[in-house]
């Protein structure tokens, strides 16, 4: 069993920057690939970024390409999402996920996921 603990969310203004943090349990973190969803109120929960167990490899949705990062620290067990100029259409729940699967298509997918953290709310105002 792993249990995810995001933080980090919080109330920025359009332009600003915040950068949330997910904590893994265990001593197997550096077995799974991480990425970050979202979801907006009335929508379904999409896809954000990924990162592979290595870290060498990222993935990102096209609304959010240039703007987040996604970075892991396999030694704190830690996976971080670094979201600058932020856009009020950014605000939403973002959950912090872990995948047995690394493929490029897997990570990029809800269904690809065994674990899911509790959430972090994040509001852009304009």
């Known amino acids: 069993q792993v249990q995810l603990v995001e933080s980090g969310g919080g109330l920025v203004q359009a332009g600003g920057s915040l950068r949330l943090s997910c904590a893994a349990s265990?001593?197997?973190?550096?077995?799974?690939?991480m990425g970050w969803f979202r979801q907006a109120p009335g929508k379904e929960r999409e896809f954000v970024a990924a990162?592979?167990?290595?870290?060498?490899?990222?993935y990102y949705a096209d609304s959010v390409k240039g703007r987040f990062t996604i970075s892991r620290d396999n030694a704190k067990n830690t996976v971080y999402l670094q979201m600058n100029s932020l856009k009020p259409e950014d605000t939403a729940v973002y959950y912090c996920?872990?995948?047995?699967?690394?493929?490029?298509?897997?990570?990029?997918?809800?269904?690809?996921?065994?674990?899911w953290g509790q959430g972090t709310q994040v509001t852009v105002s304009s």
């Open positions: 996920a872990a995948a047995s699967g690394s493929s490029g298509y897997v990570v990029q997918r809800r269904s690809g996921y065994d674990y």
């Open positions: 265990g001593r197997t973190f550096s077995g799974y690939a």
């Open positions: 990162i592979r167990r290595s870290g060498a490899v990222t």
